[in-house]
C-alpha cells in the first residue's frame, strides 16, 4: 500500500511539473491534458491506496507512520490540484478548471451508467436464456411424456 502511495504522490509531482513547464507556451489546454489525466491518475491512486484497509499487516494498517504518510499525501495532492487549478484559471480564463472537472465528473458518471446498463442487459439476457432452456426442456419432457403416453395406449389396446 506504501508503495501505492509512493507511486501516486509520485505522479502527482511529475504531472505539477510537467504542467508548470508547459503552462506558458501552451496554446489550448490539449497541450497539457495528458499531464491533466496524469495528475487526475496520480490523484486517484494516492485517494485509493488511502481508502484500502485490506492486504496490510494489522501492525503497519495503524501505525502513525502509515497513517501520516497517507494523510499528508492526500493533503500534499490536493494542494498539487488546487496549484494547477489555479495556474488553469490564470492562463486559460477563470472557471476553465471549473468546467474541466465538471466535464470530468459528468464522462465519469456517463461510464459508470453505461456499465451500468451492459451489466443489467447481461443479466436480462442471461435470465432470458435460462428461461428458454427451462421452456424447452419443459416442452421436450412433455413431448416425452405424451409420446409415452401414447406408446402406452397403443400397447394396451392390442
Do not use: C, H, Y
Not at 494516492?46 to 493533503?75: I, M, P, T, Y
Not at 468546467?99 to 456499465?115: P, S, Y
Amino acid at each position: 500500500m506504501i508503495a501505492e502511495t509512493l507511486a501516486g504522490i509520485a505522479l502527482v509531482k511529475t504531472a505539477v511539473d510537467g504542467i508548470k513547464s508547459a503552462i506558458g507556451t501552451a496554446n489550448d489546454i490539449g497541450d497539457i491534458a495528458g499531464q491533466i489525466d496524469a495528475l487526475f491518475a496520480g490523484q486517484k491512486q494516492v485517494n485509493e491506496a488511502r481508502n484500502k484497509k485490506s492486504g496490510v499487516g494489522l501492525g503497519d494498517q495503524f501505525g502513525v507512520e502509515s497513517v501520516a504518510r497517507e494523510v499528508l499525501d492526500a493533503k500534499i495532492a490536493a494542494e498539487k490540484l488546487q496549484e494547477v487549478a489555479s495556474m488553469v484559471d490564470m492562463r486559460f480564463g477563470p472557471g476553465t478548471w471549473r468546467g474541466i472537472v465538471d466535464e470530468r465528473a459528468r464522462r465519469l458518471q456517463e461510464a459508470k451508467e453505461a456499465a451500468l446498463a451492459r451489466r443489467k442487459a447481461g443479466a436480462a439476457r442471461q435470465k432470458e436464456m435460462v428461461d428458454n432452456l427451462i421452456m424447452g426442456f419443459s416442452i421436450f419432457a412433455l413431448v416425452v411424456v405424451v409420446a409415452g403416453l401414447f406408446i402406452a395406449a397403443i400397447a394396451l389396446s392390442r
